[in-house]
């Protein structure tokens, strides 16, 4: 099956992933008929706050969340990286991977980021998979020998979730509005260049002259011309990875902006302009420096020395669920959400694949 009603960009990844992989590690026989995610940087978007699920009492605050870069990762990520033993041209095939940059925060309680995903309008239906799977590369930051973590955990949601998101590219951001926050101001389906503001509504001699200030935080995405930190640009070189991570967060700082990305951007998950503050979804766990979700640890398996390589395969099993929000069903999924707890860090993730199977 094919998630979604609007187009996007699986099918490749799918037949990316399909065509370098043949060993234990392999995506299921049907793979080409496994649902996925996608994996492009345009078809995620800020999400609203994950509310604190049973056991857990305390709530998060929408001033807690992190900084939060997303941007696409092309020409860098290979077969080879994922897959060791493979042949070498297969392992010098390129795949399409998500970079995640996570920017700290002054918290009063606990950090927290998301993005989320829309996979159907109407609800995909996930409830004949048994696992979801995702290649992840922490770069060996947050496990290996010796890591035992601070409580670093990756969360993924599925279900329905509140529309009201938590969008302001500042840290630390305003916090969710109760407004449908949509580009799109007459709601005709076409873009025009007043419309291209951000989230705001502001282009930016408006976010001047309605005195939006500034971040201060130690990367700061907004400047004296581009107050609300959501202008898009592209980095000279998009295929260019090299350096420290500080040099990275400056060059892919603009990549999610939504001020001027050509695009009509929307808080809606749905494509119906109505405000839908709805919770009701299924949670999964998976403590980072943890292995019981991990099937691949790539570094440790294959023995490589690159600490670069800190791609694994996790599987989660889709009746193992951490925490319900409402009545979720995953017969009817409407959204993806993949978020960070117990990070307060510049951290940098990739994130090359997201299946569900078999
Ligand atoms: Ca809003
Ligand atoms: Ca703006
Ligand atoms: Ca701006
Ligand atoms: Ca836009």
Redesign the pocket.
């Known amino acids: 099956m094919t998630l979604g009603t609007t187009a996007r960009s699986w099918p490749i990844l799918l037949l990316t992933l399909a065509a370098c992989d043949d060993d234990e590690t392999r995506l299921p026989e049907n793979c080409l008929e496994t649902a996925t995610v996608s994996v492009a940087a345009n078809d995620w978007q800020y999400s609203s706050r994950p509310i604190s699920l049973p056991p857990e009492s305390t709530q998060l605050r929408d001033a807690d969340r992190l900084g939060i870069l997303w941007y696409p990762i092309v020409r860098h990520v290979t077969c080879g990286d994922l897959f060791p033993t493979e042949t070498v041209v297969e392992r010098n095939r390129y795949l399409d991977a998500l970079g995640i940059i996570l920017l700290p925060t002054t918290p009063q309680g606990a950090p927290w980021a998301g993005l989320t995903q829309p996979l159907a309008n109407t609800g995909a239906d996930l409830s004949g998979y048994e696992f979801m799977e995702i290649w992840i590369n922490d770069f060996n930051r947050l496990h290996g020998p010796g890591i035992t973590g601070n409580g670093e955990e990756l969360r993924i949601d599925l279900g329905r979730f509140s529309e009201d998101a938590v969008w302001d590219p500042r840290t630390p951001p305003a916090p969710a509005n109760g407004r449908l926050d949509d580009?799109d101001q007459d709601f005709d389906g076409q873009r025009t260049l007043a419309e291209?503001s951000?989230l705001d509504g502001l282009r930016d001699h408006d976010e001047v002259l309605a005195g939006v200030v500034p971040d201060a935080s130690m990367y700061p995405a907004s400047t004296s011309e581009d107050p609300a930190g959501d202008d898009y640009s592209l980095p000279a070189d998009l295929t260019d990875y090299s350096g420290e991570l500080p040099q990275r967060i400056v060059r892919f700082r603009k990549v999610s902006g939504?001020?001027g990305?050509q695009?009509?951007?929307s808080e809606a998950l749905d494509g119906n302009p109505v405000l839908d503050l709805e919770n009701d979804y299924v949670e999964y766990v998976v403590p980072l420096a943890g292995s019981a979700q991990t099937v691949v640890d790539v570094r440790l398996d294959y023995a490589l020395s690159d600490p670069e390589n800190g791609w694994r395969l996790l599987r989660i099993p889709l009746d193992q669920v951490a925490g319900v929000a409402g009545n979720p069903d995953l017969a009817s999924v409407q959204a993806i959400r993949i978020w960070f707890k117990g990070i307060n860090a510049a951290t940098e993730f990739h994130v090359a694949a997201v299946t569900f199977g078999p």
Do not use: A, P, V, Y
Request: glycine share 12%; charged share 55%.
């Open positions: 580009e291209d951000g939504f001020e990305n695009r009509l951007d």
